[in-house]
T-cell receptor, first 116, second 112 residues
């Protein structure tokens, strides 16, 4: 088990471009979460999946953001028409709904997005 | 509305002494609390957690205390080591396996 992985680790894009990030969770975990973190703040929840189903989406999440988890394994987060305010660290986490550690979420290294 | 608050942005401690990081919350429906440690350019690393039905949980050098009446939790690190220098986040959940709500973080510096 190699933990949660995210790709790319860094992304620089111009305002107005679309970007897509990928997250591969821990293999036996059925829940997958996306968070965003800006400087000096704690991670902020964006959305999460249980298997293929998207169970919750933050009200703060713009319509330009969309996430998928088509086969219940990896997930993608797409941002359309990026804005400078989208610059942040995008974090993915996973957890299992069974067992004694079901509340514990394990994070990947994050994708640093810079919009110029 | 900041439901989880860490009011100390930074803390400096001498190596070998105790580090105490504090966290306050406002939502009495939270039923699980977690502490994460974060180094620059890395994702948060899970440290220790506590259920709302307990008041203490210990794991090696790390102990978390929960005071439900005061809506306060704290993380104690004894003894502190230079490698503990990082940003520490407390987080809370109010339904099983749901989203984490994080505090703003406290940057701990342990000086040799």
């Amino acid at each position: 088990d190699t933990g949660v992985s995210q790709d790319p680790r860094h992304k620089i894009t111009k305002r107005g471009q679309n970007v897509t990030f990928r997250c591969d969770p821990i293999s036996e975990h059925n829940r997958l979460y996306w968070y965003r973190q800006t400087l000096g703040q704690g991670p902020e929840f964006l959305t999460y999946f249980q298997n293929e189903a998207q169970l919750e989406k933050s009200r703060l999440l713009s319509d330009r953001f969309s996430a998928e988890r088509p086969k219940g394994s990896f997930s993608t987060l797409e941002i359309q028409r990026t804005e400078q305010g989208d610059s942040a660290m995008y974090l993915c986490a996973s957890s299992s709904t069974s067992g004694p550690t079901r509340e514990e979420q394990y994070f990947g290294p994050g994708t640093r997005l810079t919009v110029t | 509305d900041q439901q989880v608050k860490q009011n100390s942005p930074s803390l400096s401690v001498q190596e070998g002494r105790i580090s105490i990081l504090n966290c306050d919350y406002t939502n009495s429906m939270f039923d699980y609390f977690l502490w994460y440690k974060k180094y620059p350019a890395e994702g948060p690393t899970f440290l220790i957690s506590i259920s709302s039905i307990k008041d203490k949980n210990e794991d090696g050098r790390f102990t978390v205390f929960l005071n439900k009446s005061a809506k306060h939790l704290s993380l104690h690190i004894v003894p502190s080591q230079p490698g503990d220098s990082a940003v520490y986040f407390c987080a809370a959940i109010y339904n099983q396996g749901g989203k984490l709500i994080f505090g703003q973080g406290t940057e701990l510096s342990v000086k040799p």
